[in-house]
């Protein structure tokens, strides 16, 4: 394989430092809605991941498409497929891929876009899998909280309309429990697996979380999946999270928080 993001910065344990991508994205193709996503694929990251492990000519595929990162593949003649259950984030993929187009005549036909559930739409075929599975019960969310008085801004309010806008199908799986979210997770693995041909690799963006004060390694259980599929381990790299506006406010109130994320890359055998 390639060296993963050469050009980036590293920190003292090697973690990837990534800049941030808040202008660059805000002067690209997606619609300004975009921006309000609390968990956004970094564009620097996944540009990295494409540049190792995609050519020219092939295509890539994200299962959980969200607000459409992926879609700067396109721009490196790159085939790309993404899939989201949630309506909104389907029309803003729609309106990103009509930007696109506008910016770079011709590359919006190398994106195919599909609405629904990514385990009856797959297996599709395909020569790569880039994705970062939504966490579980991130999207549990049934009201908008009030804003506190002693809060100094409306931004917990904003996150709770924009995740009630955006987690309308009731099998998203981000509202489920633990078991069913992991059961529903290695289904979607499998299925991916399945879809990338010989040779094909399949990269997966994943964040420990904390359970009852405790860090719990997905990063581990992604390896163990992959290997009970047959998959060959290429690539693992860490990156130095900047967080969310959730991760910040429970750092702020000195609750346990992880501040890395691992980029898990896997080739399917010849």
């Not at 004060?213 to 693992?236: D, F, N």
Request: with cysteine.
């Amino acid at each position: 394989m390639k060296e993963f993001a050469p050009e980036l910065e590293r920190n003292d344990e090697g973690w990837i430092i990534l800049p941030r991508d808040v202008e660059v994205r805000k002067r690209s193709f997606f619609p300004e809605a975009c921006m309000a996503h609390p968990a956004k694929m970094n564009m620097y990251m996944q540009e990295a991941i494409i540049e190792y492990v995609a050519e020219p000519g092939e295509t890539i595929l994200d299962p959980f498409g969200g607000t459409g990162t992926l879609m700067i593949a396109a721009i490196m003649d790159i085939r790309v497929i993404l899939l989201e259950i949630e309506d909104g984030y389907h029309k803003l993929q729609q309106e990103g891929r009509a930007n696109l187009d506008k910016m770079f005549p011709g590359k919006g036909e190398l994106i195919t876009l599909l609405h629904g559930d990514n385990r009856f739409l797959l297996p599709i075929p395909c020569d790569h899998v880039s994705t970062s599975p939504p966490y579980q019960q991130a999207m549990n969310i049934s009201k908008v909280r009030t804003k506190r008085e002693d809060a100094p801004d409306e931004w917990l309010v904003d996150m709770d309309k924009q995740m009630l806008e955006y987690s309308k199908s009731p099998r998203n799986i981000s509202k489920l429990n633990s078991f069913l979210y992991t059961r529903a997770v290695e289904k979607i693995y499998t299925l991916c697996y399945q879809s990338i041909r010989p040779g094909g690799t399949i990269t997966i963006n994943t964040k420990d979380r904390i359970d009852n004060g405790q860090r719990v390694s997905l990063s581990g259980w992604v390896q163990r999946v992959m290997k009970q599929l047959g998959a060959e381990q290429v690539g693992w790299f860490k990156w130095l999270s900047m967080g969310s506006g959730f991760t910040n406010i429970a750092r702020s109130q000195g609750k346990n928080v992880v501040s890395d994320e691992d980029v898990m890359c896997f080739r399917k055998p010849r």
